[in-house]
T-cell receptor, first 111, second 116 residues
Framework: TQLLEQSPQFLSIQEGENLTVYCNSS?????LQWYRQEPGEGPVLLVT?????EVKKLKRLTFQFGDARKDSSLHITAAQPGDTGLYLC???????????FGPGTRLSVLP | SQTIHQWPATLVQPVGSPLSLECTVE??????LYWYRQAAGRGLQLLFY??????ISSEVPQNLSASRPQDRQFILSSKKLLLSDSGFYLC???????????????FGAGSRLTVL
């Protein structure tokens, strides 16, 4: 059974601070995605990482896929209140047809 | 462009009543379709997925069922709701990204179900 863990579960920081959230598993995934979800809405895809060691940047967000394709990190530089939300990582398995989600990291950025 | 519609957005039902949540996708053909449930502020639990008409795989045994009567229609049902069925239900479809070659999920807006 594939399982994903995320840490921390909750994070409250001031605007302008940097932060890193982690996604870990003992399983290998064909790809890993990060989603952001706002209350009452569906998750929205931020990034997909496929290759071990891959690093992707999306403005102030930096995503890294572990060399063994079992873990990932999301780093946000100079966080803004608009970054507030639930960050979910998801690993693809069964030939990439199915996805398992981590429990999420709830981020609150205070102005 | 592809869009996904999910309804109703909010539903309050008594214990023991039936349930039907509907999801339709536009702008694509033969999508993989999924039903997830999310507990308050937490991760998503896969309930059902479908790779084609009439093909349903269940990930978690429970009193819910799913059907796919048409290529772009996915329905979540129950004959008798339990209190524990309350939650936020999300329909999604997957598509292969051109650049990465990986499948990624696109979600509907969700259906909030409260069972009283």
């Amino acid at each position: 059974t594939q399982l994903l863990e995320q840490s921390p579960q909750f994070l409250s920081i001031q605007e302008g601070e940097n932060l890193t959230v982690y996604c870990n598993s003992s399983s290998v995934f064909s790809s890993l995605q990060w989603y952001r979800q706002e209350p009452g809405e569906g998750p929205v895809l931020l990034v997909t990482v496929v290759t071990g060691g891959e690093v992707k940047k999306l403005k102030r967000l930096t995503f890294q896929f572990g060399d063994a394709r079992k873990d990932s990190s999301l780093h946000i530089t100079a966080a803004q209140p608009g970054d507030t939300g639930l960050y979910l990582c998801a690993g693809a398995y069964k030939g990439g047809q199915n996805f398992v989600f981590g429990p999420g990291t709830r981020l609150s950025v205070l102005p | 462009s592809q869009t996904i519609h999910q309804w109703p957005a909010t539903l309050v039902q008594p214990v023991g009543s039936p349930l039907s949540l509907e999801c339709t996708v536009e702008g694509t053909s033969n999508p993989n379709l999924y039903w997830y449930r999310q507990a308050a502020g937490r991760g998503l639990q896969l309930l059902f997925y479908s790779v084609g008409i009439g093909q349903i795989s269940s990930e978690v045994p429970q009193n819910l069922s799913a059907s796919r009567p048409q290529d772009r229609q996915f329905i979540l049902s129950s004959k008798k709701l339990l209190l524990s069925d309350s939650g936020f239900y999300l329909c999604a479809w997957s598509v292969r990204q051109g650049r990465s070659g990986a499948n990624v999920l696109t979600f509907g807006a969700g259906s909030r179900l409260t069972v009283l």
